[in-house]
């Protein structure tokens, strides 16, 4: 009986030990390089990836539409986000390694913004404050309905 027990035990460490390194080697680390605007924690609770999980195409676009209109809200109209992934080389069995490739371009201010014909309503987020376009009633960063 004693042996049993302490075979049990040994086993179920095992299966803890397999359960704990199949999550650590899914572990996923996000970088952004040439955000100036946004910072990098804004950043990452706006994609808000879980730290866990592997990450399909879909997936992995909805982060950089999310960030996309975050910058044109705040009147970058011209930012490009793209994605490199890749797997780091500081882990000995892997994980994921997201990079968010942020090119800003100009900023527009409101005057010229009505010189170019985009010109934003004086609609803006309750939450956070950014001006919203005319046809937009939603907040692109955080959905909530504009004032």
Same mark, same amino acid.
């Given at each position: ?45 706006? #994609? ?19 960030? #996309? ?20 080389? #500081? ?57």
């Amino acid at each position: 009986m004693r042996y049993r027990l302490r075979n049990l035990l040994l086993l179920q460490a095992v299966i803890c030990f397999a359960v704990w390194l199949g999550h650590w080697q899914t572990r996923r680390t996000i970088e952004f390089a040439g955000n100036y605007a946004i910072t990098d924690d804004e950043l990452k609770s706006l #994609t808000s990836l879980p730290a866990y999980g592997r990450l399909d195409f879909e997936n992995e676009l909805h982060p950089v539409r999310k960030i #996309t209109a975050a910058y044109r809200a705040l009147g970058y109209l011209k930012t490009r986000v793209s994605t490199d992934r890749q797997l780091p080389h #500081t882990h000995v069995l892997g994980g994921e390694f997201i990079r968010f490739e942020i090119v800003e371009g100009p900023w527009y201010d409101d005057e010229a913004l009505l010189k170019i014909g985009k010109a934003f309503s004086r609609k803006h987020c309750p939450a956070h404050g950014s001006y919203l376009r005319e046809l937009s009633a939603k907040c692109p960063i955080c959905g909530a309905l504009s004032k």
